[in-house]
């Protein structure tokens, strides 16, 4: 009717009804189209809630580290901040600073550690913000089959474990990685060094991250705007590390930062099959570190994905890392469907991928690891490696926009 309001035809579907009727059609391939990434994340993350508090109430607590936790950090609110006096039941402290700031609040949040069940608690709750980061990632890139995100979150035995019944300090350090890496795809470089710093600040490992980061600060920085970034980051190590650098430097530097600290054989992942003598050698430990070097800088070269090069960074380091102890697959875990989807052989079949994954898990779960154990740990770190060594080079035409290094909104 002219100068009235045009009414919708009746048989004009409203958008939300558009969408489920889509979704209707699609259901068979809801579980591999990428463009449902974010209904399946959803779906898997709520769901997990009930299982950490299934397995928080229903697994029996294990104690492994949180007592020589809290001896260490109970070490410091008496007073002593000489690194080489704090020690636990397990040994002497061998964590950045950031460590004992965290397990400080954790010690009086949960009645000076003696209310294990509660500490359980805030490690779901660290586990399910670790999910979410981590969820993100893989939405804002979609190069993996949301049906693979089951085996990221509700399959694993020992990543529950290793969060809600052992209350180690890596999860705490993984998550504030993930977080940097999201303000690092979303363009926030500043401050995701800020955040990456505080990760390493509660745990070394985070440093595996570093050659990927630096490669990717220089690329899109130059050396002279990249000083200022590593600049924060070392002025966080300083500023937290202050009152223990005031009392011992020496002491601090070379607790919090032992990059020659020797593992024991018996809580070996990887280098079961190895004699004893041979894993005890600083030969064998000069040989990876230069091994780890060199697979760096060429796949590093072969990749232009802010998230592919960070992972990739990592995993090298974990491929030829000098031991690898149990709570440890949580430095990479959330990270190899990445890296298996992301690689350069296309004719992978996902079956494959899905059996390189549950071979992994299986290795982690095998206590005490044996020599076929470690082998087809071994054996599934060479073709991931292989696939990403086959990568495509360099490209000045990204797959995705997420995927591209954006200037630093923060200046």
Known sequence: MAGGVRRKSPGSPSPLWGKLNTLWHDKHLVLFKTEYTLLVVSVLWCLEIGINV????????????WKAYMDEVEGVINGTYDYTQLKGDTGPLVYPAGFVYIFMALYYITSHGVNIRLGQYIFAVFY???????????????????????????????????????????PVA????????????DGYWTLGC????????????VLLFAPGLLFLLLLEFGLMRTIPKLS??????????????????????????????????????????????????????????????????????????VVLILFTSNFIGMCFSRSLHYQFYVWYFH?????????????LAHLLRVLILGLIELSWNTYPSTNSSSAALHVCHLIILLCLWLAPPLSSHPETQEDTPVKDKRQ
């Open 335 to 347: 990270t190899l469907p990445y890296l298996l989807w992301s690689g350069g052989v296309k004719k």
């Open 174 to 185: 993984m998550m504030l990685l993930f977080a940097a890496v999201n303000l690092f795809i």
């Open 128 to 170: 399910l913000i670790t999910l979410l980061l981590v969820f993100r990632i893989y939405y804002r890139t979609k190069k993996v089959p949301p049906y693979v995100f089951f085996f990221v979150c509700c399959a694993s035995y020992r990543i529950h474990s290793i969060f809600v019944l052992r209350l180690f300090n890596d």
């Open 54 to 65: 299934w397995v928080i109430r229903k697994v029996a607590y294990t104690e492994i580290d």
């Open 232 to 305: 924060l980051c070392a002025g966080i190590q300083i500023l937290l590390g202050l009152p223990f650098l005031l009392e011992n430097p020496v002491g601090y530097v070379s607790r919090a930062f032992d990059l020659g600290r020797q593992f024991m054989f018996k809580w070996t992942v990887n280098w079961r099959f190895l004699p004893e003598w041979l894993f005890l050698n600083r030969y064998f430990h000069l040989l990876l570190l230069k091994l780890w070097l060199c697979q760096g800088q060429c796949c590093l070269n072969r990749t232009s994905q």
């Open 194 to 205: 800020g955040i990456y710093s505080l990760a390493v600040s509660v745990k070394m490992n």
